[in-house]
């Protein structure tokens, strides 16, 4: 059996694994965050232990335990700092195999742990080079590479939402920066797209007078109202050009487009796919746009695949 | 001992290395082209079999041969085109292997072939994570990942000379698109913008009256010339971004830069790192930028590493 864990800033997933990759039992405990963040593993490690107990298993038993991080992990298991969790650096794989009487534990990023899981029982089964994107509140990557992920130099590997898509953009990104990817194709860039249209004129639309929302402005392009398509567009352009410049690097078989933009469905693939091929490179025109498909469990289930490669 | 072969349109350049990857013999032949390209690899089984044989080498001394190729070769040695050469579809992991009675054969893209050199014995030295940009007549770019080649799910990873970096351009790339990064950081490239922007006006300038060159370009800069210095500013703008859009991706280590326009030495740095981290994701902020150092031989360089790696 494998352990796959997807901490949070409030809470953390955990889920129970067989090896073949099905999930025989999910739960959460909270995230506590006091002390600097020195109960969260204690706690997750209590967890598994409490878990094993009731299952009746024993150590001999457990393959491992898999955990994905918000914050840069490098290929060994160090977390560079994690301020939403109040962590330092120190390497988690080190601390977590102390407090588990030496389980193997592997740790990533969570984003990129997100990637595998899709890769591994999601969206992209069967591929062995896709790229998650996820559509929240920012835009989140998670790059897959002959079947591993990319973690980067640094662990920045596949912040793929601070890349520089539109020039003369007078708001600040979250990350300092101007004319990120993430202020056009998140939840939050698409309701500030749809305003500024909303602002340019008077053109008749549902979106006057509601309260704008990414999913308000999809539902009305699934009514044919002609405002909200023009910021589908305009979101496509900036999402198809970043894609593309993407490919161009990892030439990918599939994008895997998750998080919560994505809920609108494969509407998005109309606005995105033309723009994508019009700036992508010939060898990467063919690539594949599919749904991610493990919602909220992508987290646990790419964990659990993490530890299940270190272990092989 | 190892072969490393870089197969180029013309000539066939070839090595022969010990396994600390010390070059101990250089040598070229023509690239025959008749025939659909179907003389090329005997020709390359012949020469390294008249090696061996004048260097009373058998066949268990030989580890294996690697080879650099100028198309798309996919993770098993699959060539997938290279009209250049007039090949279409094979394995040259497999044919080079029958012609060579079995010693091991592994293939490679030229352009990430060379990345790999640099990574070995050259720029990028000491580096897992790492981005090759050669600068030449087109941008062609290799991509090392943890040591390791990204080839990408068709063998076009790394085709950074492509991803789109300028809007409203005009004329066509020589993949079809409008504004690739090649159009811009090439030697044409350089040229083309030179040409630009002194028919803008008529501001002086040591370019005028003689013929347009990257290298007159880099060589005016040097002199402080005023026309110049923009055009190189707008190269390093471009360029910069370009490189800042491929780190959010795979944030490296370091960038080695290569190919003609890499003559110009350091003072190219000056121009494209101030504008790359402007652009960049903080995490990728600290990059280092050399140039690279094996220059033509960067290819039999990796060739040989890449054999190296594979029989290990």
Known sequence: ???????????????????????????????????????ILPDIADSVKSKMAEKGLKKEDVLGVGIGV???VDASGVIHKAANLGWGVFSIRETMEGLLDGIPV?????????????????GGRGCRNLVAVTLGTGVGGGIIVEGQILTGSTGAGGEIGHIHIVDDEPETCGCG??????QYASATGVTRLAKRRLEKDDAPSALRGSSLSAKAVWDAVKEGDAVA????????????????????????????????????GEVLFDYICDEYKKYVF???????????????????????????????
């Open 106 to 122: 592997a740790a990533g990023n969570d984003a990129n742990v997100a990637a595998l899981g899709e890769m591994w029982q999601g």
């Open 229 to 264: 398509i023009e910021v589908a567009k305009e979101f496509g352009h900036y999402l198809g050009k970043g894609l593309a410049a993407i490919a161009c690097v990892v030439n990918p078989e599939v994008f895997v487009i998750g998080g919560g933009v994505s809920k609108a």
């Open 282 to 312: 010939h060898g990467s025109r063919e690539a594949k746009f599919v749904l991610a498909t493990l919602g909220n469990d992508a987290g646990i289930f790419g964990a659990a695949k993490l530890i299940l490669d270190e272990i092989k």
């Open 1 to 39: 059996m494998l352990f796959g864990v997807d901490l949070g800033g409030t809470t953390v997933k955990m889920g129970l694994f067989d090896a073949d990759g099905n999930v025989t039992d999910k739960w959460e405990i909270p995230t506590r965050k006091e002390n600097a963040g020195s109960l």
């Open 177 to 182: 920066n101007h004319g990120c990817l993430e």
């Open 70 to 72: 918000p914050g840069p």
